[in-house]
């Protein structure tokens, strides 16, 4: 998705990364039906942060951030590499 909006692969790649924990991120808020204050205590953050992710502000987190967040509240993230397919 990324890609097709113009942006350099490896830029593109590492957006797509930042959306897909963020999106895990907010999955865990809602199915835990925390409220912003609660979520930044369970992940470690200032709730200005929750704030931010909620609205989807992508340009505030870095890859090493969100993970750091989603271990914080006991998620064990993998990564898969491979090639892409053809």
């Not at 999955?27 to 704030?51: E, M, N, Y």
């Not at 340009?59 to 271990?71: E, G, I, Q, S, Y």
């Amino acid at each position: 998705m990324f890609a097709d909006l113009g942006f350099p692969p490896a830029e593109a790649q590492n957006l797509k990364l930042r959306s897909q924990l963020m999106t895990a991120l907010l999955d865990l808020i809602a199915k835990r039906g925390l409220t912003q204050v609660r979520a930044a205590r369970l992940f470690g953050v200032a709730q200005p942060r929750i704030s931010a992710l909620s609205r989807g502000r992508i340009d505030r987190f870095t890859v090493d951030a969100l993970v750091n967040m989603l271990a914080n509240a006991g998620v064990k993230v993998r990564l898969l590499v491979g090639r892409p397919a053809a």
